[in-house]
């Protein structure tokens, strides 16, 4: 069976700091892989998705980026954190024969002060 | 117009009642429609999909779809405390991706 990790599971980080979150699948080949954020009290925002090693595509522009440097492995980075990129960062993948079910990790709540 | 549109609530129900949650969506090319359980602090979990108008039924839980009137519907038979949590709808759209509604809280009183 399909498995999804993120880590760290909490993250407390100073404004202006760097950030890296990590996602890694397991149980799947080549699945389609996605970020999104969820803010306090509010719904799923879609940051990138990627359908294959070294394909992103952002889906609001911020000062964040993503990568994929291996097939099941997901990276979400940035360089400065601002106050507004605190919330709860999750992770979620879906087949390439079936893009439309999506599953998500236990995802990683982060805190920028 | 919000592309996906749920009751924020919260919306509270006795132990064993039928609990409702509502779902509308402006995109009329939308094809796949998603139920997503999320406790607190928790991730989403998956509860139900929906393709085709009608009825689908998993268990104590139903999903209902109207496509004419963009309105998808779940309904919790049996309602459990258990069942407590934020419930997010989930609309595949023309552009592919998955839009989320904000969630509506549900509490199921004891």
């Known amino acids: 069976s399909q498995t999804i990790h993120q880590w760290p599971a909490t993250l407390v980080q100073p404004v202006g700091s760097p950030l890296s979150l990590e996602c890694t699948v397991e149980g799947t080949s080549n699945p389609n892989l996605y970020w999104y954020r969820q803010a306090a009290g509010r719904g799923l925002q879609l940051l990138f998705y990627?359908?294959?090693?070294?394909?992103i595509s952002s889906e609001v522009p911020q000062n964040l980026s993503a990568s994929r440097p291996q097939d099941r492995q997901f990276i979400l980075s940035s360089k400065k954190l601002l106050l507004s990129d605190s919330g709860f960062y999750l992770c979620?993948?879906?087949?390439?024969?079936?893009?439309?079910?999506?599953?998500f990790g236990p995802g990683t709540r982060l805190t920028v002060l | 117009q919000k592309e996906v549109e749920q009751n924020s609530g919260p919306l509270s129900v006795p132990e064993g009642a039928i609990a409702s949650l509502n779902c509308t969506y402006s995109d009329r090319g939308s094809q796949s429609f998603f139920w997503y359980r999320q406790y607190s602090g928790k991730s989403p979990e998956l509860i139900m999909f929906i393709y085709s108008n009608g009825d689908k039924e998993d268990g104590r839980f139903t999903a209902q779809l109207n496509k004419a009137s963009q309105y998808v519907s779940l309904l919790i038979r049996d309602s459990q405390p258990s069942d407590s949590a934020t419930y997010l709808c989930?609309?595949?759209?023309?552009?592919?991706?998955?839009?989320f509604g904000s969630g509506t809280q549900l509490t199921v009183l004891p």
């Open positions: 989930a609309v595949r759209g023309s552009a592919r991706q998955l839009t």
């Open positions: 990627s359908v294959g090693i070294g394909q």
């Open positions: 979620a993948w879906s087949d390439q024969g079936n893009t439309d079910t999506q599953y």
